[in-house]
């Protein structure tokens, strides 16, 4: 005789699996996030729902998808001013940022200072 399963125990597997997609599209994003990609991509590629996506990346990450790739973006971003002699707009290439001045912003948002200035004050 099969097994019954109650709704709440199938949403609780689906939910269980769902978050075990996140954990993939993470590892993704984190071996891609320099290339041009949106969450519409990304949904795309592991075959769901951007909005759903979005909603269930938020939920298990507590930040939306956006936020997190330029989290990544900047940490590189840092990394490459660090440590390169590379031009600003060099940099904002190599992490996924096409507009320089764009670039700028946001990295200007996430630490309070331009990446010159970042730069200047790392050596």
């Not at 993939?24 to 071996?31: A, G, L």
């Not at 707009?89 to 764009?102: F, H, I, Q, R």
Request: hydrophobic share 35%; net charge positive.
């Amino acid at each position: 005789v099969g097994t019954r399963w109650s709704c709440v125990e199938i949403a609780f597997l689906r939910a269980q699996q769902n978050f075990g997609i996140i954990d993939q599209i993470e590892q993704y994003v984190s071996s891609h996030f320099h290339e041009n990609m949106t969450l519409k991509d990304v949904a795309a590629k592991f075959y769901m729902n951007h909005a759903y996506l979005g909603q269930l990346f938020r939920r298990k990450k507590g930040i939306h998808f956006n936020e997190y790739l330029h989290q990544l973006r900047i940490e590189e971003a840092k990394r490459l001013l660090r440590r390169t002699d590379l031009k600003i707009a060099k940099v904002a290439k190599k992490v996924g940022y096409n507009d320089p001045t764009y670039f700028s912003g946001k990295f200007e948002k996430h630490e309070g200072v331009t990446p010159t200035a970042f730069k200047v004050a790392g050596k």
